[in-house]
């Protein structure tokens, strides 16, 4: 079947520490996308990528970085430069087009700070 | 902001009612999609509408938009326990860079048995 799978689905970051969320998709999506969800806030957008090799920053992409080496990888690091990285991480991908296409999710990772 | 904005943010119903939620959004859209969330999991795509659409049909959910109004609403009738989750709108802005979506907060539904 085919999906979107993000790992680990808990995930601890102790201080001053750099940490990666993985997420791959087999539904042979160009696009990819990474979003931070906080209790009452929605989703946010922290980066997207249309294509192999290219992304760009979302509306919150300060202390995170990713990148888009192969069409089914975009893993997103959450830097010790994000000082409030405790949420609920998505990922999600879609098929390009003229009109935003539907967006397939993950099941999210939870990072919590020890 | 471009987001959509769900109304109420909570709703409680009875199972066999049917459950209405609204969203609000200031832009000129391409499509506004709704989608649902399960506590603790990913977003599942409902239903897209599309600009020159009023209305759309998927099993027992009924969109409607009026771009007039900016506004669209999920309409979820003869509601089943298992429709407990948050919903969430999600606009595709016109001019807006292709690929992004705007997510509103949600709409907590809640039915009881």
């Known amino acids: 079947d085919g999906g979107i799978t993000q790992s680990p689905k808990y995930l601890f970051r102790k201080e001053g520490q750099n940490v990666t969320l993985s997420c791959e998709q087999n539904?042979?999506?160009?696009?990819m996308y990474w979003y931070r969800q906080d209790p009452g806030q929605g989703l946010r957008l922290i980066y997207y990528?249309?294509?192999?090799?290219?992304?760009q920053k979302g509306d919150i992409a300060e202390g995170y970085s990713v990148s888009r080496e192969k069409k089914e990888s975009f893993p997103l690091t959450v830097t010790s430069a994000q000082k409030n990285p405790t949420a609920f991480y998505l990922c999600?991908?879609?098929?390009?087009?003229?009109?935003?296409?539907?967006?397939?999710f993950g099941d999210g990772t939870r990072l919590s700070i020890l | 902001s471009q987001q959509g904005e769900e109304d109420p943010q909570a709703l409680s119903i009875q199972e066999g009612e049917n459950a209405t939620m609204n969203c609000s959004y200031k832009?000129?859209?391409?499509?506004l999609q709704w989608y649902r969330q399960n506590s603790g999991r990913g977003l599942v795509h409902l239903i897209l509408?599309?600009?020159?659409?009023r209305e759309k049909h998927s099993g027992r959910l009924r969109v409607t938009l009026d771009t007039s109004k900016k506004s669209s609403s999920l309409l979820i009738t003869a509601s089943r326990a298992a429709d407990t989750a948050s919903y969430f709108c999600?606009?595709?802005?016109?001019?807006?860079?292709?690929?992004?979506?705007?997510f509103g907060r949600g709409t907590q539904l809640t039915v009881w048995p």
């Open positions: 999600a991908s879609s098929h390009r087009g003229p009109s935003n296409q539907p967006q397939h």
């Open positions: 539904l042979n999506h160009d696009a």
């Open positions: 990528s249309q294509i192999v090799n290219d992304f």
């Open positions: 832009t000129s859209i391409n499509n």
């Open positions: 509408i599309r600009s020159n659409e």
């Open positions: 999600a606009t595709d802005a016109r001019g807006s860079t292709l690929g992004r979506l705007y």
